[in-house]
């Protein structure tokens, strides 16, 4: 029983376009939320993350939201660019990490 | 830099081998875990650790074993390998328990089973 959900498996993105990545969860108890990216042949790499006292958290480009009530977060990149091309896992931290399943990012140049 | 590495990126074996596959932090992190990726599946963690010589189930333990004999060192043994084992292998630390601190990532190992 996956807690942590990523329902799109692909995203596809005109450059300079925001790119919204979703994730969903079911567990109440999870106090911290993170994103990571993982190329191809890569290990995933920490991207951002938010604790669970605090509805937004920037970056750069890149923008976390965190809807509490819903369980859900969002991923923002606002300009996309190729280099984003990547898959994006959610994770969900409460004494251990859950991950999603991942969204492939594919930004068109 | 935290730099995790893994002793291969590919790994080829047959059904019924032991396979060793190991993990090494340079940060001195107490914290070491294992996952395997699988598509659609995303990251499922096998077993963790939160320190030398101690090991905690994962989600998917089974078919799997761990040894932690000294802190920078996390090796994951495949006692008797299986096709369902053929997946990406990662290996990852971090300084704090979940919750309170990222992990870091190594490249991964990619491990058929015929």
């Known amino acids: 029983d996956q807690q942590v959900k990523q329902n799109s498996p692909s995203l596809s993105v005109q450059e300079g376009r925001i790119s919204i990545l979703n994730c969903d969860y079911t567990?109440?108890?999870?106090?911290?939320f993170l994103w990571y990216k993982k190329y191809p042949a890569e290990g995933p790499t920490f991207l951002i993350s938010?604790?669970?006292?605090?509805d937004k958290n920037e970056d750069g480009r890149f923008t976390v939201f965190l809807n509490k009530s819903a369980k859900h977060l969002s991923l923002h990149i606002v300009p996309s660019q190729p280099g984003d091309s990547a898959v994006y896992f959610c994770a969900a931290a409460f004494n251990k990490f859950y991950f999603g399943s991942g969204t492939k990012l594919n930004v068109k140049p | 830099d935290v730099k995790v590495t893994q002793s291969s990126r590919y790994l080829v074996k047959r059904t019924g081998e032991k396979v060793f596959l190991e993990c090494v932090q340079d940060m001195d992190h107490e914290n070491m875990f294992w996952y395997r990726q699988d598509p659609g599946l995303g990251l499922r963690l096998i077993y963790f650790?939160?320190?030398?010589?101690?090991?905690e189930k994962g989600d998917i333990p089974e078919g799997y074993s761990v040894s932690r004999e000294k802190k920078e060192r996390f090796s994951l043994i495949l006692e008797s390998a299986s096709t369902n084992q053929t997946s990406m292998y990662l290996c990852a630390s971090s300084s704090d328990r979940p919750g309170a601190d990222t992990q870091y990532f190594g490249p991964g190992t990619r491990l058929t089973v015929l």
């Open positions: 650790s939160y320190d030398v010589k101690m090991k």
């Open positions: 567990n109440s108890m999870f106090d911290y």
């Open positions: 938010i604790s669970s006292i605090k």
